[in-house]
């Protein structure tokens, strides 16, 4: 395929195209009597096992995509990202969070030079001074152990560190190491959002973890600088050497905020926001929390899909298979959402967390080489854990617009509760529900089966399912920090497929920058206005109308503030 060409050019879209309408003649209620079909759906992996049976696809389906996957060539992509190739071609940079997690003995290069021994540095960088905190080696100011560390990152910075910590408080081993300690992230620049991560908390024993990358983010460190004040506030401007720690390659501004350079975990221009954490990102205040042997266990987890990523064949290659599936379900079938459905509270912060891995890197209008494209590409993730989102969402997904789901389901709870005279425990009254949803979504009921229960005739229309609706099932073994891992690479990769095949940019995000550049001239406007009384100029109708509105609603707030802070 020339590199100026559209994948939807080649014969294998065009093969998969007509054979949309071949699908539609089918039923998952049909094709789920195939037992070899569905046998031949179940991949297993390093104790983890997929069901894709319940998607609308046949045997043909699955042989037609991935003569697609050749047409884009996918493996090839696969494996120039491992090389470190420049695949993010917009930026020019290497795309290397594999090597975030590669054994301390491997060899992946970006430029000529191998990067894990710099990762290894940084890990055990990180190992060293987790572990002095935690001990109280370290300790504040006024000699105290710091055992609450507030994270201050924004996006990639603040997502997936949130749904791993998320995923490890209730999980026996990691929540026995964090005993007595409390981790927080502080994201939104809304006040409200610094409140509510420093009510409870004593500055002498707060450590504040600041992460950005150029130290410029504009809501980060306006959030850092509101940090740095409740500290210096409370302890003296000398305290925040002491008190405030940074992930960051701007060591210039690292040291000019006044955080000693020494306490910069870096990483590097090869690592997106929102595939970064496994690196310092999330490897630090995760650390901080848990201990840095938990933390490893996680990257283990993620570092064996990595290898099964890249040396599986595609027939039992879980990354490639959702990843083409979920091409299918898009760009085929015209499905443009995915719910994210884990049966398990722990996994509460998942889908906002792919939320943006997904949609910031597939949500493209070009290919790679600028091309419009006439596909649409990207899906709209949302997603709740079982069983809440039945009585939340379901409805829609069972009678209304064709949604794809995600279940996912745990094998062993990390918590289990045993009731006696119950006919099943929790976790099994959860599971129940697992594996019935799928087969409610697949199946449906029709109108036969209805009248066969004397359901009155006014309501049988109400009560039908028309069922053919797709999903997959992944099984995990239990929910520790190494399965963590594999889930957050499963993912990972799978969104990495979906780009490769639409041939766009998964690595670049030039969609936020847009109204960033606004915010900035809004901010100098209210600056104007609050300062000198300047009249709001320069937008267009509806907008000035709107600040003004806030302006002279607002009119009580100071021209020249004295410092305040949050008082809950």
Known sequence: MASSALISDTESWKDLRAHVEEINKTHLRDLMNNNNRCQSMMVEF?????????QRATLDTLNKLFSLAEAARVKEKIIRMFNGEHI??????????????????????SDGKNVVPEVWHVLDKIRD??????????????????????????????????????????????SECARGRQLRFLANVDP???????????????????????????????????MREWISSALGPLAVAKHMVAVSTNLKLVEQFGIDPNNAFAFWDWVGGRYSVCSAVGVLPLSLQYGFSIVEKFLKGASSVDQHFLSAPFEKNIPVLLGLLSVWNVSFLGYPARAILPYSQA?????????????????????????????????????EPGTNGQHSFYQLIHQGRVIPCDFIGVVKSQQPIYLKDEVVNNHDELMSNFFA???ALAYGKTPEQLQKENIPEHLVSHKTFSGNRPSLSLLLPSLNAYNIGQL???YEHRVAVQGFVWCINSFDQWGVELGKSLATQVRKQLHASRKKGESVEGFNFSTKTLITRYLEASADVPSDPSTLLPSI
């Open 192 to 226: 409200i959002d610094v409140a509510r991560n420093i009510t409870g908390l004593n500055p002498e024993t707060t450590l504040v973890v600041v992460v950005s990358k150029t130290f410029t983010t504009a809501e980060t460190m306006l959030n850092a600088r509101t």
């Open 437 to 439: 949803q799928p087969d």
């Open 488 to 490: 957050l690479a499963i």
């Open 46 to 54: 390093d104790g983890i096992l997929i069901d894709y049976s319940r």
């Open 88 to 109: 993010n071609s917009t930026e020019n940079r290497s795309v290397l969070h594999v090597a975030l997690r590669a054994p301390r003995d491997a060899v992946i290069n």
């Open 129 to 174: 001074f987790s572990e002095r905190v935690r001990s109280g080696a370290w300790v504040g100011a006024t000699g105290k152990t710091l055992k609450d560390v507030v994270a201050v990152g924004i996006g990639g910075s603040f997502l997936g560190p949130l749904f791993v910590h998320t995923a490890l408080q209730t999980e026996a081993e990691a």
């Open 347 to 383: 996994l509460e912060k998942l889908a906002p967390h792919i939320q943006q891995v997904s949609m910031e890197s597939n949500g493209k209008g070009v290919s790679i080489d600028g091309v419009p494209l006439p596909y649409q590409t990207g899906e709209i993730d949302f997603g």
